[in-house]
């Protein structure tokens, strides 16, 4: 049972352009909302995140957007740059935090 | 501040081994969870540990079990190893007492059962 869903494994985006990261969830308790990035060999590290009581939530060249009815969340990233080539991550919490299964991020010169 | 300190950084055991990995969380964090990743399956939670008790568990068999130390450092143990325990073991420390905000990672432990 996946609570949370990230359904794009890959993505491949122009150097410059905007990259968009998708994730959705299942459990309406979850009330925080993080996405991680994580290189090989590295745990992830945190990005970003947007409380349940919010729909944007913006960090420099990130962006994140919540859809609550559509139990939604996005990630932007403007514009994108060659060391955004990595695994992200989203991810949901209640009580605990629960990953989706990632999407890889290519930025393509 | 340092960060989350995970040990070893790589292992190799045997089927039917036990292994212990180590964790020590940011100082003045009390909560470290575990997670173990695999290819294509993402980062699965195994448990949380707050304040030396289980406060969370997820789907793993009883083959893996953890405790946390009154400094707040945890140990993640699997009995009876099984080839399909080979992965990147993870842990992550918070700061929150009540559920989660940021969790902040280790590097992880590479688990490798031949």
């Known amino acids: 049972d996946q609570q949370v869903k990230q359904n794009s494994p890959s993505l491949s985006v122009q150097e410059g352009r905007i990259s968009i990261l998708n994730c959705d969830y299942t459990?309406?308790?979850?009330?925080?909302f993080l996405w991680y990035k994580k290189y090989p060999a590295e745990g992830p590290t945190f990005l970003i995140s947007?409380?349940?009581?919010?729909d944007k939530n913006e960090d420099g060249r990130f962006t994140v957007f919540l859809n609550k009815s559509a139990k939604h969340l996005s990630l932007h990233i403007v514009p994108s740059q060659p060391g955004d080539s990595a695994v992200y991550f989203c991810?949901?919490?209640?009580?605990?935090?629960?990953f989706g299964k990632g999407t890889r991020l290519h930025i393509l010169p | 501040k340092a960060g989350v300190t995970q040990t070893p950084r790589y292992l190799i055991k045997t089927r039917g081994q036990q292994v212990t990995l180590s964790c020590s969380p940011i100082?003045?964090?009390?909560?470290v969870s575990w997670y173990q990743q695999t290819p294509g399956q993402g980062l699965q939670f195994l448990f949380e540990?707050?304040?030396?008790?289980?406060?969370n568990k997820g789907n793993f068999p009883g083959r893996f079990s953890g405790r946390q130390f009154s400094n707040s450092r945890s140990e993640m143990n699997v009995s009876t190893l099984e080839l399909g325990d080979s992965a990147l073991y993870l842990c992550?420390?918070?700061?929150?007492?009540?559920?989660?905000?940021?969790?902040?990672f280790g590097q992880g432990t590479r688990l490798t059962v031949v």
């Open positions: 100082s003045g964090h009390r909560s």
């Open positions: 991810a949901a919490s209640d009580d605990k935090i629960i």
């Open positions: 947007i409380s349940s009581i919010k």
């Open positions: 540990y707050f304040s030396e008790t289980q406060r």
């Open positions: 459990n309406s308790m979850f009330d925080y």
């Open positions: 992550a420390s918070s700061s929150s007492d009540r559920g989660y905000t940021e969790a902040f």
